[in-house]
């Protein structure tokens, strides 16, 4: 297998608090292949917008990687200063967050942020800038992208600033997206084109895009493969697909569940008793195990691993320790 | 108070030292040199007809003879030795300042306090109410705004004086002093009270209750109010500060408290007179005094500013 | 007829959104007025779910408030159980007060962080007056109980539970005038969907046990599905259509409604592509002419640029749409 484009491995971030240190991220591993749409799942405080800050290094502080590595084509960029982290950001790795307000600067004009970035990433001159940003806009579906390029963000609607943020994301023509919950705020009928958007501009493009939503429809619609986040853990990772019509970790197929849809008529939802264990009283073992209803002895006591189980597939359960292990 | 307290209530003394305030208190130095000192400077005033040398403003208890006794030298003629000296009528400097602490406080506190009933009352009616009520009331604070406020307490002092008899003024002048200092201090509450209720008021929880119908009074007594304190108290703290600084000035300029119910502005006053003639120690030890008082309390309140707003935790 | 607990007629709400006075005099700008409710009429049957659908601004939340009566009707009127609310006032409101409730959107916002649980719980009992002493505790015991919770739960504060367990507390607080009908205001969109399952499963076990009339507002279609018996479809403070939720489902008739189903992401869906839908939401302050949703309309003619299109009634709901009505859809 060729080398993925982002790896991550054993990934450990901690919050220091005077009642003890939390751990946000407890061993955190996957990967990312070139030009693939891994989308991120758990829910909230489950761990994975953590994982975009520590991967883009813009962990709030006084949180801190406390182990673990992150490379992005071999090379480490956990531990690297932060001017160079300045420079990997933006340039090679583009983010795109939930609220479009906060990306975008409201006191300059489309166009001068859009230039800007192009500028100090690529090196092009003003006009050749100019060009590629209206080029961008209209990729992304602003219409008369040539004539609003000057306008200010409040001038743009949710879905048409969203439009925006997804072109400034990418205007250094990065190799990897982090997208962290895009289409949140915007109404449902809006959400499908920033969706569709975000998914063909980086396929043309070949960049990666590492999808964090808490919206299971969006990453079905959208991901290659999905990695399932369970109190800061990975529970499962596979393709999407797969995941989500044959769930391997308890969670995963209780979490699947639990999300009515259009076509199911069922009269009760399964649902998983218990809530997700703050991060001051994960479980010893599997952080699951209380709300499992699997539950065997030896998940009270020890963590599973995340264990190959063959077509891409890993799962953290002891359900599926003994077979399987060691295909890769 | 409510049925649904706990019955272990031994706990709330462990849980209140747990809680997050106590704790950023503890490991805050300045919070904690503060407290101290503010501690000291308090317990001292509200001690000090037991724990001062003697009643300085008993004529029964001064001797002339000891004026102007530098600190801890033995006097001249009487031989008694005075921490901090004495002035000019033989009193002891560390008994008046303790007696001027108690006077500048209570004048401090009180002031406070009325002008927190007041600000907190307009704030929660101009917030919760809106409209026109709103508009008038905020105008009116605005205007005061555009006064110094030491200026307008001296307005309302000296209207306030021209209204009482003469032979009630000594007595009154203490209640007329927290009335003007109070009545220059009101806006700052009930601006802050007002945005918080307008914030509050909106929440759901309050919905919840007009839902089923609570009285508007219920609904801002028993809902909004223990919602806007924590910015209140902040203010509070550092109100106290400004309202002993306030009395000191006023005390200090002749128009506060009369030189028998002397504050530590008053006393002062009178040292200043001194300062050239070489009996420094009279002016200095209470203005020390103000100062650590005022200080303190102020570093208290920019503690406490701190320590409420999550955003800085 | 059918038996109707709530019925809407013509509920109409405008805001006044102008600049304040001076502001108008100096940039010589006119008031400004936002309509976010106009004419809006339906009813709610006795022990059924019916749900209001919508995206921003529609006016969804809007109709939930002034139906409990947080805000008041600019036109139209609400009768409840044959008495109309509006108008109403003293002791008689008092006691239609006692028969409708609330569930909040957001549940960090919606209980006081202040009181303990119990008082929380306690406070549209000792409203209502309908126990006092040990019988009030004992009532709030019981009901922590019914929503999943325990008696002990009563002494602690809010911020000692999660969103899932403090939606529960207001259920409970909700259930605790014994209410026959319950406006849920988007009650499980601040929720983690494992958490949101829990809810909507006790929210019908709920239904079932104390025989409720649940008005529930949603922007999610899964969730309506899930619950509703009918729904409305709101754009832009206008109904759309008024369906029978099966029939919604499986045979959408307004435009709008289709749009929406198509966007909706489903599971079922990997890889798939939903329909791409065209345009977003117009601003409310400055609607389009006629009918609403005429510039996003595929069906869209001269006549509904000009005019706006009046409900017809279709089956156990209506329609409000002139392709619908001259059979062009």
Sequence with gaps: MSEPLLSVRDLVVEFPTRRGTLRALDRVSFDIAEGEVLGMVGESGAGKSITGSAIIGLIDRPGRIAGGEIRLRGERIDNIPEDRMRSIRGRRIGMVFQDPLTSLNPLYTVAEQLIETIRTHLGLSEREARERAVALLDQVGIPAARRRIDDYPHHFSGGMRQRVVIALALAAEPELVIADEPTTALDVSVQAQIIDVLRDICADRGAAVMLITHDMGVIAETADRVAVLYAGRVAEIGPVRDVIQAAEHPYTAGLMGSIPTLTQTAERLTQIPGAMPRLDAIPQGCAFNPRCPQVMPRCRTERPDLLARGQGRQVACWLHAREGVGDV | MSDFTPEDRPNALRRAWDSDLAYSFRTSPVALVSGVVATLIILGAVLAPLIAPHNPFDPATLNLMDGFTPPMEPNAFTGNVYWLGTDNQGRDVFSTILYGARTSLFVGFAAVLFAMTLGITLGLIAGFRGGWLDGLLMRVADVQLTFPSILLALLIFGVARGFIPAAYREAMAIWVLIVAIGLSDWVQYARVVRGATMVEKNKEYVQAARVIGAHPVKILVRHILPNVMGPVLVIATIGLALAIIAEATLSFLGVGLPPTQPSLGTLIRIGQGFLFSGEWWILAFPSAALLALALSVNLLGDWLRDALNPRLR | ?329
């Design chain 3, 1 to 329: 007829m059918s038996d109707a607990l709530v019925r809407i007629e013509g509920l109409s709400r405008t805001f006044d959104v102008s600049k304040p006075w001076l502001n108008r005099v100096i940039e010589r700008e006119p008031k400004a007025f936002l309509t976010a409710v106009a004419d809006v009429s339906f009813e709610i049957r006795r022990g059924e779910t019916f749900a209001l659908v919508g995206e921003s601004g529609s006016g969804k939340s809007t109709i939930a408030k002034m139906i409990v009566g947080l805000l008041a009707p600019s036109g139209g009127r609400i009768v409840f159980d044959g008495q109309p609310m509006t108008g109403t006032d003293g002791a008689a409101m008092r006691k239609l007060r006692k028969r409708f409730q609330m569930i909040f959107q957001d549940p960090f916002a919606s209980l006081n962080p202040r009181w303990r649980v119990g008082e929380i719980i306690a406070e549209p009992i000792r409203t209502f007056g309908l126990a006092s002493g040990a019988e009030v505790r004992r009532e709030v015991a019981r009901l922590l109980e019914v929503v999943g919770l325990g008696a002990r739960d009563a002494a602690k504060f809010p911020h000692e539970f999660s969103g899932g367990q403090r939606q529960r507390i207001a259920i409970a607080r909700a259930l605790s005038s014994r209410p026959e009908f319950i406006v849920c205001d988007e009650p499980t969109s601040a929720l983690d969907v494992s958490v949101q399952a829990q809810i909507l499963n006790l929210m019908r076990d709920l239904q079932d046990e104390f025989g409720l009339t649940y008005l529930f507002i949603s922007h999610d279609l899964s969730v309506v599905r899930h619950m509703a018996g009918r729904i409305g479809v709101l754009y832009l403070g206008r109904l759309a259509e008024v369906a029978e939720a099966k029939r919604l489902f499986t045979d959408p008739r307004h435009p709008y409604s289709r749009m929406l189903l198509d966007a909706v992401p489903d599971l079922a869906m990997t890889g798939r592509r939903r329909k791409q839908v065209e345009g977003e939401i117009p601003n409310p302050i400055d609607p389009p002419s006629g009918c609403a949703f005429h510039p996003r309309c595929p069906l869209v003619a001269d006549r509904c640029r000009r005019e706006v299109p009046r409900a017809v009634p279709s089956g156990d709901g209506m329609t409000a749409c002139f392709a619908v009505e001259e059979g062009r859809g």
